[in-house]
């Protein structure tokens, strides 16, 4: 979870940085961001922005999955341009190692526990195959029991079921709670980028994660606060930027 532009809902442009490694096939729910702009656009026109429709159905979607719920501060407008190659630049990909990790969040303004809060949101929601199967079949940090039941969905061979979904906490999989941290010190964190958290940080997030595994009021408290943050990075205010008419489009 992080941003390449800003809160500019530049993300929601269909094409570019929809197409990015880490987004394509992984994001959805445009359509339902749309039809929020439209009902809205029904009752006030040109008025309120998809940079601000997003931020508050991702404060929402949290509350109703049972996290927690935080102050969104409104007045965003939107860009009438994304970039592919900036988010594939920008976006911190399954992949990497905590020190590019560290080194993407910081770049926006977030810190370590910013970070690890933000990566917590991987307590709900699902990943594809081509983002786990190297870590399935090439690492050596991960619960064998664990790698062998998603491997049944993921085979080894590139190409093969790389659309194929599990969810990133594998415990409670549609719940907003902090077994995703339990589960990253049992060795279960799905993407690499997960689990180096843990095992490969070189006390730089370990104790980050101890603290929200044992306490949920803790990680909802860091991840709202960190949400807070994230919704201030780089916004379009007047005169900058627009209002769209169709979130999913340029005027």
């Known amino acids: 979870m ?30 339902v961001i749309d039809k929020i702009k439209a009902t809205v656009e029904q009752a006030c026109k040109r008025t309120v922005s998809c940079a601000d429709i997003l931020a508050v159905a991702a404060r929402d979607s949290v509350v109703a999955v049972g996290g927690p719920s935080w102050t969104v501060s409104l007045g965003r407008r939107d860009s009438d ?21 560290i080194t993407r969040f910081a770049a926006k303004g977030l810190n370590h526990t910013d970070m690890v809060a933000l990566s917590g949101a991987h307590t709900i929601g699902r990943a ?5 199967r190297t870590r399935l079949y090439s690492e050596d940090n991960i619960d064998p029991a664990f790698a062998t039941s998603r491997m049944a969905t993921c085979p080894q061979l590139t190409g093969s079921g790389d659309s194929n979904l599990a969810p990133l906490d594998d415990t ?17 964190g799905l993407l690499h980028s997960d689990q180096v958290l843990y095992t490969l940080a070189g006390g730089a997030t370990e104790d980050i994660i ?12 860091a991840f709202a ?5 994230m919704g201030n990075i780089s916004p379009l205010i007047f005169p900058q ?7 999913s489009r340029a005027n």
Do not use: I, W
């Open 2 to 31: 992080l941003l390449a532009q800003g809160c500019d809902a530049s993300v929601l442009l269909a094409g570019n940085e929809r197409n990015a490694f880490g987004n394509a096939g992984s994001l959805r729910g445009f359509d």
């Open 81 to 101: 341009t994304a970039s592919e190659a900036l988010a594939n630049r920008d976006l911190p990909a399954p992949s990497l190692g905590v020190t590019d990790l």
């Open 128 to 132: 594809q195959c081509k983002n786990f």
């Open 172 to 188: 409670t999989p549609d719940m907003f709670d902090n077994a995703y941290f339990g589960n990253l010190k049992l060795n279960k």
């Open 210 to 221: 101890d603290g929200f595994a044992s306490n949920q009021d803790a990680f909802n408290n």
């Open 225 to 229: 606060a960190a949400m807070v943050k």
């Open 241 to 247: 930027g627009l209002v769209r008419r169709t979130c």
